[in-house]
């Protein structure tokens, strides 16, 4: 129960911090941030899947015009709205667990193509914000715990294996 209601306070304090993002974008993100508070709202409630899965069909077709968005304006995204799309994907993040966790069975046997409509846009949005990131923080080859390399430590790693090959 405590579990429960730290979970609930946890998605209040999300969606709340959605309302209030700005931006060129804020009509966007906010329709998203309704969205995900709709289906937050109707599964604590016990609502019908049927309303839930209709307000994860709004989701997505918000989500299909912000992708839009975000893809034409990959270049320019600077770290602030890089920062308000993260807290989108944490939303979105949340009315997927949700989801799953609440209507597991559903989706298995009714509403199939609505979750995946939603699984797809939310997988496209994580592409377009990986390359953002990309380009704003640098490729991330792999992350290792307690392990870390400095772009000095892989050059002389580089230098070590050309000069083993005789790779000049």
Do not use: C, P, W
Not at 45 to 63: H, I
Not at 129 to 138: A, H, I, N
């Amino acid at each position: 129960m405590m579990a429960m209601k730290k979970f609930k306070n946890t998605a209040v304090t999300l969606l709340a911090g959605l309302g209030v993002l700005g931006g060129a974008n804020a009509a966007l993100y906010q329709e998203v941030s309704t969205s995900v508070e709709q289906i937050s709202s109707l599964s604590s409630t016990q609502g019908r899947s049927v309303d839930v899965f209709s307000a994860v069909n709004r989701l997505v077709a918000s989500m299909q015009k912000m992708n839009l968005t975000v893809k034409a304006k990959l270049k320019r995204i600077d770290q602030d709205e890089f920062e308000h799309l993260l807290f989108i994907k944490q939303s979105l993040d949340l009315g997927f667990y949700i989801l799953t966790q609440r209507y597991e069975d559903e989706i298995y046997t009714q509403f199939t193509s609505e979750f995946r409509a939603f699984s797809a846009a939310r997988t496209q949005f994580k592409m377009y914000l990986l390359q953002v990131q990309e380009r704003l923080y640098g490729v991330e080859i792999a992350q290792f715990d307690d392990i870390s390399l400095t772009e000095q430590d892989v050059q002389e790693m580089n230098q070590a294996v050309n000069q083993q090959y005789g790779v000049s």
